[in-house]
Nanobody, 113 residues
C-alpha cells in the first residue's frame, strides 16, 4: 500500500513563499506521474502542477510562472512563490502508478492579504 506524507503548509502573507514536500513510501514498482492538487472551500479539487516520470511538467494557468514542481526519487516538491490570497486551499499530493492512484492527507496553505 502506498502512503503519501505531505509537509510544508502554513500561513504566510501575500507575496511570500512556501515549499511543499510529499514523500511516498510503500511498495511502488513504477511511478507514472506525481502532482499537486488543491481544494479551496466551496470549490472542486483542481490540478495545480504535475510531473511525469520523464520529467515533463504541467501547470494550472493560475500558477504558471509562480510555482515550480520538482521530484527526487519518491519525493515531489512544490515551490510556491509570489503567493496570493486566492492560493489559499488544502493542497493534496497525488501519485499515479499503472495500477492505482494515491492521495495524501492534505496540507493547509493560507495566504493573508
Amino acid at each position: 500500500q502506498v502512503q503519501l506524507v505531505e509537509s510544508g503548509g502554513g500561513l504566510v502573507q501575500a507575496g511570500g513563499s512556501l515549499r511543499l514536500s510529499c514523500a511516498a513510501s510503500g511498495i511502488i514498482l513504477k511511478i507514472n506521474d506525481m502532482g499537486w492538487y488543491r481544494q479551496a472551500p466551496g470549490k472542486q479539487r483542481e490540478l495545480v502542477a504535475g510531473i511525469t516520470n520523464d520529467g515533463r511538467t504541467n501547470y494550472a494557468d493560475s500558477v504558471k510562472g509562480r510555482f515550480t514542481i520538482s521530484r527526487a526519487e519518491k519525493t515531489v516538491y512544490l515551490q510556491m512563490d509570489s503567493l496570493k490570497p486566492e492560493d489559499t486551499a488544502v493542497y493534496y499530493c497525488n501519485l499515479k502508478t499503472p495500477y492505482a492512484t494515491s492521495w495524501g492527507q492534505g496540507t493547509q496553505v493560507t495566504i493573508s492579504p
